[in-house]
């Protein structure tokens, strides 16, 4: 049973920082890729941010909302990977899931199990 959870949001003051954690089980980890996407109410899960796993050489990519703001990374001996949030607007606002699949793409029907989420919120 693959499980992931979540951790680390709250609630900011914008320009502000926030690292949210995602701790995966029951995947052989280093293979599989990592995204995170986020949900705010009344809007579609949008994507975020993925890594891929061993077999997409750990490459990275990331919602151009977000480039040079946030970043992605993962410690495969730790099962874990990080999403760093800097530079926060009230935009990204919204709950953060983290997901794995084979592939790190950017649509949602790629990743085949999911966090429970963790809100994040950005006052203005």
């Known amino acids: 049973q693959v499980q992931l959870v979540e951790s680390g949001g709250g609630l900011v003051q914008a320009g502000g920082s926030l690292r949210l954690s995602c701790s995966a089980s029951?995947?052989?980890?280093?293979?599989?890729?990592m995204g995170w996407f986020r949900q705010s109410p009344g809007k579609e899960r949008e994507f975020v941010a993925a890594?891929?796993?061993?077999?997409?050489?750990?490459?990275?990519s990331y919602h151009d909302s977000v480039k040079g703001r946030f970043t992605i990374s993962r410690d495969n001996a730790r099962s874990t990977v990080w999403l760093q949030m800097n530079s926060l607007k009230p935009e990204d606002t919204a709950v953060y899931y983290c997901?794995?699949?084979?592939?790190?793409?950017?649509?949602?029907?790629?990743?085949?199990?999911w966090g429970q989420g963790t809100q994040v919120t950005v006052s203005s």
């Open positions: 029951g995947r052989t980890f280093p293979t599989y890729a």
């Open positions: 890594i891929a796993g061993s077999w997409g050489g750990g490459s990275m």
């Open positions: 997901a794995t699949g084979v592939r790190a793409t950017t649509s949602k029907t790629d990743y085949d199990y």
